[in-house]
């Protein structure tokens, strides 16, 4: 097993390395940039080196000073966390030319998965349900006409490079499509230096389903179960939670194994997530996979037991899995995430950094606060605003609910707003209550 790990990010996820490592009896080296300096969760590392400025292109993007603080503290891996560095193929191939373990797949599955065309013809391989469209890349405004005709409309422009929501766009009828197909072209090009397209119909009002999948480097892949990430706005996920809600135990279970099917396809190891959008007759479509620890992974821990971050690291070091499928069993309980953000939500979600003078933290049982914020702590204007994961794992969903309620009442958070009084009207909506979410419910049942 490793003696020191370097930790190429920041807040809560850094934390959250850090304490799996002294768990594990791994001595911790973490960077942080000049917005971060002195922040006490730095503290609790064996060694900090600053890699530079505030903003992260010249600080924790800057893959030659990262390398240098992992050679100057004898790190023999590193974990990426999520954002960042964590999906840059380069950045893996450069730490492994260094001979430092890079915490995550091999650059080559990264690179695959990473162009979602590519990953979207390894589903069809693999058996994995795609959305019916074209068979690769478009290069013409005739050649998606027709494709579009055969599906019928509307359709959804994808970028390849794409994620996260950018370099997409619906075509509701053949005179939108070309229009469409620039649009997303263009914006492709500008946000990716890739400007490749595909087509799909576009499945409307989805919910968004994850599954959580970790792969040794022996070629044994287990899922976590999946979760549900459908509360959303703009892309920014709010909740997620495990399992998700009404949706019947075989199709759950034909929908991991597809993910389990995919990520053995890929040759892919370490934690990884199958994307799905399922439509209103349950039948599920792979999205894409993302290559790394994802914000919301503590929701299939306290459903499976499984500590990810611990499990990673064992994997890199070249560990078999320690577990099959079948101890992984049938997920226990229900797991709920909010995501606690230093966001005004009554001014469209408008970020508020600044300095937090009073600081009270929910407990009791079944609940977990994933945080590096404290009184007295400031939030930096610099990076994502996330202060905090409010997590709760209870029996039912229901009383999931409850306890989720009972903490948001008791976090206080003074000196910046929060998304947390936001949470509380999601949870108490009747439509959240019932289960009947989809990736639309928050903007149109929430923010008229
Ligand atoms: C879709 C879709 C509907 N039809 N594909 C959004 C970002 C990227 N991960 C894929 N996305 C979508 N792809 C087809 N064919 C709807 C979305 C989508 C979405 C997906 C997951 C989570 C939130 C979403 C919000 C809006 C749209």
Known sequence: ??????????????????????????????????????????????????????????????IDRVISAAEVGNAEAIHPGYGFLAENSHFNDVCRNCEIDFIGPLPDSMDQLGDKNTARRMAREANVPVVPGSAGLITDSAEAAKVADEIGYPVLIKATAGGGGKGMRVAQNADDLETAMKQAAQEAEAAFGNAAVYLEKYVENPRHVEVQVIADQHGNVVHLWERDCSTQRRHQKLIEESPATNLPVEIRTAICEAAVRMIANANYSNAGTVEFIVDKNHDFYFIEVNARIQVE???????????????????????????????????????????????????????????????IVPGGKGVRWDSHVHAGYTVPPHYDSMIGKLLVHQPTRTEAIATMLRCLDELQVGGIATTASFHKKVLTHPEFIAGNIDTTFVERRLLD
């Open 297 to 359: 992974h503590p929701v299939s821990e306290l459903v499976t037991g499984v500590d990810l971050i611990k499990e990673q690291i064992r994997i890199a070091a070249g560990e078999p899995l320690a577990f099959t499928q079948a101890d992984v069993g049938q997920c226990q309980g229900h797991a709920i995430e909010c995501r606690i953000n230093a966001e005004n939500p009554d001014r469209n979600f408008q970020p508020c950094p600044g300095t937090i003078d009073h600081l």
């Open 1 to 62: 097993m490793y003696k020191r790990i370097l930790i190429a990010n920041r807040g809560e996820i850094a934390l959250r390395i850090i304490r799996a490592c002294k768990e594990m009896g791994i001595e911790t080296i973490a960077i942080f940039s000049e917005g971060d300096r002195g922040a006490a969760y730095l503290d609790l590392a064996d060694e900090a080196y600053c890699v530079g400025p505030a903003r992260s292109n010249e600080s924790y993007l800057k």
